[in-house]
């Protein structure tokens, strides 16, 4: 592991007192209308258009960062490339996605159609929006609340299934008092808008940020999505394999979850934060397990006969595990090694983990810290999907038998592989004496 970690940054007030120094910025990377989108195999028509803006944003604090960029996921790559080329050190930088559903393809080693200029600028972007956050730093306070529960998370796993209903909020104050930026951390995966849009948005957590920059004029507002991996709305990940729209996933009801969580953040109580930064890195090797008990062939010709008599919907998800199976699935499971990455922001930390992070791994977290305060944020420099705890396996479904052919992946992650990365997770908040 890589620990280190400063104590403010390079500007010293009239009284010689240490302060941080604190930069944010925002890159815009909508992409112009006719790319093929992201998050829902059923859907096969291109962008028509835009409803709301796609961006990259970052947040630096001394000489650390956290990056949130619009879409789906990244890879490892793409991320690794970011953290070398941006004017920070490596192991100080913190990637992440914001997983919406309403996005061009972003990870082409998982994904096949993305557009190689999207690929480019948002690799630039990500870089563009570090470095003219360093450059824009200036003197700030950070402060930290929990805000009330906003009520609208449901495990779609199962019925009164396990939530988390922390909403952490971090402000970033200049020493007149002005709120630079605000970075809420929320856990319900950005799945409001179904397979039958076909806009760019960054579904619920754009109308999050955008009621909170009204609330705090001059601020630049970040949503990091939680750990996401069985929480949502409610819907099942099977009744988005629909192209007709469905009641309650629409514009109307994005505008109305967006208004609770930063109703809920903005009532957050507020204390300040040390003037200190750390910065914490960690590899994690995470094994490969078939879930398929058939022969991949005799899968094939069942999926191949069911794609010629099902709706479009339906016929669009068979032709992927199709693909699928002609060319990852019978790859050798070679173990894929993860990163576990960490913050500490004023004593308080962020942990981020890659791809999609179920909720009880992250109480299991919280309370092995004592549910000491800290950020947990999923898709982290790496997503290559579900990552289920031990207990979840039992269970199967979308999560943990299905999904990884989508993510492009020979086989889904072994038991154990959650717990490992929490375990690791642990050493690391006890680096920052938490």
Same mark, same amino acid.
């Given at each position: ?7 403010? $940054? ?67 790559t793409l991320t690794q490339r970011v953290r070398e080329r941006c004017v ?147 819907? $099942? ?99 894929? $090694? ?78 154990? $592989? ?17």
């Amino acid at each position: 592991m890589f620990t280190a970690s400063s104590e403010g $940054s390079a500007c010293r007030r009239p009284t010689d007192r240490v302060v941080l120094e604190v930069g944010v910025a925002v890159i815009d990377i909508t992409p112009p209308a006719g790319l093929a989108m992201c998050g829902y195999a059923a859907r096969t028509k291109l962008a028509t258009g835009s409803h709301d803006p796609l961006t990259v944003r970052a947040l630096v604090v001394a000489d650390t960062a956290l990056v949130v960029a619009d879409v789906l996921g990244l890879h490892q790559t793409l991320t690794q490339r970011v953290r070398e080329r941006c004017v920070l050190p490596d192991y100080k930088v913190m990637v992440c996605a914001l997983h919406n559903h309403g996005g061009p393809v972003s990870m082409p080693e998982r994904f096949v159609q993305a557009d190689p200029d999207f690929m480019r600028n948002l690799e630039i972007a990500c870089v563009s929006a570090i470095d003219q956050a360093v450059a824009a730093r200036q003197p700030a306070t950070l402060t930290f609340g929990m805000g009330e529960d906003p009520g609208v998370a449901h495990n779609r796993r199962h019925t009164a299934g396990p939530v988390d209903p922390s909403l952490p909020v971090l402000r970033v104050r200049t020493p007149t008092g002005r709120v630079l930026a605000v970075l809420v951390n929320y856990a319900c995966h950005p799945v409001v808008l179904a397979a039958d849009n076909l806009l760019w948005t960054a579904d619920y957590p754009h109308f999050v940020r955008q009621d909170l920059e009204a609330a705090y004029p001059q601020a630049v507002a970040l949503f990091v999505t939680g750990f996401v991996g069985d929480v949502s709305l409610g819907h $099942s990940p099977q009744a988005s394999i629909s192209l007709a729209a469905q009641k309650g996933r629409d514009y109307k009801t994005a505008v109305t979850v967006g208004a609770k969580i930063a109703t809920a953040a903005v009532a957050a109580p507020e204390r300040q934060l040390a003037d200190t930064s750390a910065a914490a890195i960690d590899e994690v090797e995470l094994r490969l397990q078939r879930r398929e008990t058939r022969p991949i062939a005799a899968l094939v010709e069942q999926w191949q006969a069911q794609a010629t008599t099902a709706d479009p919907a339906h016929a669009a998800a068979f032709r992927a595990w199709i693909d699928w199976a002609g060319r990852v699935a019978t790859l050798p499971l070679v173990p894929l $090694s993860v990163r576990v990455s960490a913050l500490s922001w004023g004593g308080l930390p962020i942990i981020g983990l890659p791809g999609e992070i179920f909720t009880s791994t992250g109480l299991a977290l919280r309370a092995g810290i004592n549910d000491r305060e800290v950020i947990l944020a999923g898709f982290a420099n790496d997503n290559p999907g579900y990552i289920p705890p031990q207990e979840e396996y039992q269970f199967g479904g979308y999560e943990v038998d299905e999904a990884y052919r989508y993510y492009g992946m020979p086989a889904g992650f072994a038991p154990g $592989s959650a717990e490992a990365l929490a375990t690791r997770a642990h050493k690391m908040l006890a680096k920052f004496a938490v």
